[in-house]
C-alpha cells in the first residue's frame, strides 16, 4: 500500500520568507516544487533540503512567474512529476526602493516600474492559479496568497507622525491591495470545489525585502505597539494555522504585524 504524498509550490522560494515556508513545508512532509528566478537562491535551497530531509522530492525551477509561457510549462513539467497539487503559496513579489533603501514618492514612479511591480505581485498570482488550477483541482488543493498590511492601509509618507509610516511605494500597496480582492474572487469561484483561498498580509518582516537601516526601524517599532518588527517564522505559523482551517477561512486575509493594523 503506497502512502498518501502531498506536493507544494512555493513562488519566491529563494527568498527570505519563501525559503522559510520551503523548510517547514518540507518538514510537515510535502513534497515541494520551489520556484525562483534566482538561481544562486534555489540552488542553496535545494542542497538544504535534500540534506535536511532526504527523502522529499524537490524539483527546483528557475521561472519568471510575470511569463505566461513560462508558467504554463512549469505547470505542465509539474504536472507529469507529481499526482496533483495540495498547497500553491504565491509568495513571490517584489518592493522597489529608492537607493537610500527609502519608498518611492508615488510621482517619482517610473511608468514601467508600476507595469513590473503589478505583473510581478499581482498577474504572477492570476497566472499561476489560472495555469496550476488543473493540478490543483485534482487534489482540491489550498492556495496562500502572500499580499501585504500596505494592501490593506495604502502605502503612507516618510514621517512617523501619519500611519502608516511607509515602507513601501503606492505602486506596491495597489498590487498588494488587488491580491487581497483576487483573493476574494478565487475563494468564491473555487469554493463548491472545495478548495480554500485565503491571503496572508504580513506588516513589517525582519530580512528579505524588509531590510531597512536602524534609524528606520525604530521609527517602524514606535508605530508598531509590540515595539517589534515580524519575523518570516510568524508568518509561517499563519499558514500552518490556515492549513488546519479548512474551508471556513475562505476569502480571509490573515493579518500578521504585530497590532501595527488592526482593520479588516
Ligand atoms: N519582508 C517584508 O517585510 C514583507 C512585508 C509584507 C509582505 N511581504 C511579502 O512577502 C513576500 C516575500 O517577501 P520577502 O521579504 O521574503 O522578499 P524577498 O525579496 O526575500 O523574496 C522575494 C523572492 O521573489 C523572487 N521573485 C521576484 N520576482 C520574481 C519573478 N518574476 N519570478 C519568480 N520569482 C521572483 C525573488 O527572486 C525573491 O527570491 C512578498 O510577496 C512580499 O511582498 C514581505
Given amino acids: 500500500m503506497s502512502s498518501v504524498t502531498l506536493t507544494a509550490v512555493v513562488t519566491g522560494a529563494g527568498g527570505t520568507i519563501g525559503k522559510c515556508f520551503a523548510l517547514s513545508l518540507a518538514s510537515m512532509g510535502y513534497d515541494l516544487v520551489i520556484i525562483d528566478t ?7 535551497l535545494q542542497t538544504t533540503l535534500h540534506r535536511e530531509y532526504p ?7 528557475d521561472v519568471n512567474i510575470t511569463d505566461p509561457q513560462e508558467v504554463m510549462s512549469a505547470a ?10 495540495d498547497l500553491l503559496v504565491n509568495n513571490a513579489g517584489i518592493s522597489p526602493k529608492l537607493p537610500t533603501g527609502k519608498r518611492i514618492p508615488f510621482l517619482n514612479i517610473e511608468d514601467d516600474e508600476w507595469d513590473l511591480v503589478m505583473e510581478t505581485n499581482l498577474k504572477s498570482v492570476f497566472l499561476m492559479c489560472k ?11 489550498k492556495i496562500v496568497n502572500i499580499a501585504s498590511m500596505m494592501g490593506a492601509t495604502g502605502s ?11 515602507v513601501s511605494a503606492a505602486h506596491y500597496s495597489a498590487s498588494k491591495a488587488g491580491v487581497i480582492n483576487l483573493t476574494k474572487s478565487l475563494a468564491r469561484e473555487f469554493g463548491a470545489l472545495g478548495m480554500p483561498v485565503y491571503a496572508i498580509a504580513p506588516g513589517a518582516v525582519v530580512g528579505g525585502m524588509g531590510k531597512f537601516d536602524e ?9 508598531i505597539p509590540s515595539h517589534q518588527l515580524g519575523n518570516p517564522e510568524e508568518i509561517v505559523n499563519a499558514l500552518t494555522f490556515l492549513l488546519t482551517s479548512g474551508m471556513s477561512l475562505t476569502g480571509q486575509t490573515l493579518h500578521v504585524n504585530h497590532g501595527w493594523f488592526m482593520g479588516g
Fill in 76 to 85: 505542465q513539467r509539474v504536472q507529469a512529476r507529481f499526482q496533483g497539487i
Fill in 131 to 141: 495555469y496550476f488550477f488543473e493540478g490543483l483541482k485534482a487534489k482540491q488543493g
Fill in 156 to 166: 503612507g509618507v516618510d514621517t512617523n507622525k501619519l500611519f502608516p509610516y511607509s
Fill in 38 to 44: 534566482h538561481r544562486g537562491n534555489l540552488d542553496a
Fill in 215 to 223: 534609524s528606520f526601524i525604530q521609527n517602524l517599532k514606535e508605530q
Fill in 55 to 61: 527523502d522529499t522530492q524537490v524539483l527546483a525551477l
